[in-house]
């Protein structure tokens, strides 16, 4: 059975992790760079006053108060969709302090004492900014994968289970199988006739249309 599943962070941002991890000292940071910086052009294209920190928060699901009214919110569905594994804020800061560790060499983004950030031009890898703009103004590309489901027959696996290794086997009753179909694009509406119920005392009754 074929599936359509929206690609991920690691699957759009290969080219540049495959440039940066080239970089003998910072390819064990290669996520973080990423992630931080994806992050904090997707936050800039949204609007430029908005806290690189407080970042986390929208991906609870509210735009407000820190995402302002009138935002490109295509971008901000882009970044839930990207960075859905970030739905805490320690998650998020310990990003932000690792990355803020790295050389400023290595660093596309600068941020003051307030929050604000900057743009650098990194030393190595200096044009990926356009690349993370790429990635946000454009729809996040979904891709077809393969499902297997059981099927009737044999079957056996091996498992570790209290550090050794076994090996288990069975069979699958045909019956149990079942043929998976796609659900319809569209279903036809179907037409009900209106049913009236009388209700309540003798005193005070109505009709409801059901």
Known sequence: MEAKMRKTAHELTAPIKKRLKKIQDIEDWTDTIINVELMAVGCHLIDKNLKLEEAW???TGYDEPVVPLGADKSILSRLRIIFSQFTGQSHWERELEDYFELPSIYRLIERTDEGVISFLTPRFDPNRKEDYENILRHPVARKTI????AK????SYTRLKDNIQQKFQGEIPSQWVFTNTHLPHYREKNLLPLIYLLIGCKSQRKWITL
Do not use: R, T, V
């Not at 393969?146 to 489901?149: A, G, Q, Y």
């Open 57 to 59: 928060s929208i991906f």
């Open 146 to 149: 393969d499902l297997d489901f």
């Open 152 to 155: 009737a027959g044999k079957f």
